[in-house]
DNA sequence: GTAACTGCAAAATATTTGCATCCTT
DNA sequence: AAGGATGCAAATATTTTGCAGTTAC
């Protein structure tokens, strides 16, 4: 699986990678450049785990997810994800309770009617609230 | 305008909550840190910028804006925003190409439906695209 | 006069870059 | 073997904290 994701992407396929890779497909829900870390301990060096986030990133395996304190959040993105363009329209929770994020993969944004001159071009939708497992 | 809404607030009225408050008003759109930090040079410190717009957000007078890199934005809150609870549910705009951010006001965020589990305590959502001033 | 706000210095934290070395293909 | 990935060191950038001095009310 992972294998099969590094190599579809064109990556050399590394310990780092393999082990964030697995991170996020083991770990339902989003990650943070310090749960990583955290996750990781001294496995890798700080910097390489910056560089592998923004690798996959770049090619379209993980996408952020928009939050309102100044931290980037991370998940995986569904299939149809190409590298430079997503299309992951899908709704994302974040506990109040537990601060998980969770993707809401179902749940798909829904179109807004914007005043007239704006053209839309991609759509992002948050929601914060009491998650599954804290309520 | 400036004085009303310091005084009710309870802020006792200071040359950096005018001079930042004002920058809001007239600048249409959203700001950052940094923009706010070029915008009023040498005037005040750092620490004085961050300090007066974390006072704002607490009383209710800006809120944040989600973005996906990791910068913090801040917009002005309509009317009906209270010390700790914002009630700005509507749309923010950000342009692709002159990267300006802008606050939908007329546009709301439309409800959604989640899945069995999760329950809602409040949306945002960003849009991204071509804003009128560029099209 | 008192409480609150500011500026300065410094600490803590986060992110980026260059380069030599090592690993993957 | 060659190109790419990593680790380390260091430069940069960002945010927070403490404290003394100043200002608003």
């Known amino acids: 699986m992972v294998l099969d994701i590094l190599k579809k992407n064109q990556l050399s396929v590394t310990e780092g990678r393999k082990k964030i890779l697995e991170l996020f497909l083991h770990n339902e829900g989003a990650l943070a450049h310090a749960d990583i870390e955290k996750k990781t301990g001294e496995m890798f060096d700080r910097v390489t785990v910056y560089r592998t986030l923004n690798t996959f990133v770049e090619k379209g395996i993980i996408h952020l997810i928009p939050t309102t304190d100044n931290s980037i959040l991370y998940a995986l993105c569904k299939d149809n994800c190409e590298a430079g363009h997503h299309h992951d329209n899908h709704v994302h929770f974040i506990c109040d309770v537990c601060n998980k994020t ?27 609230g009491v998650c599954d497992d804290c309520k």
Do not use: Q, R, S, W
């Open 102 to 128: 969770t993707c809401l993969d179902e749940v798909t944004v829904p179109e807004v009617k914007l005043p007239i001159g704006f053209t839309p071009n991609h759509a992002e939708m948050v929601v914060t």
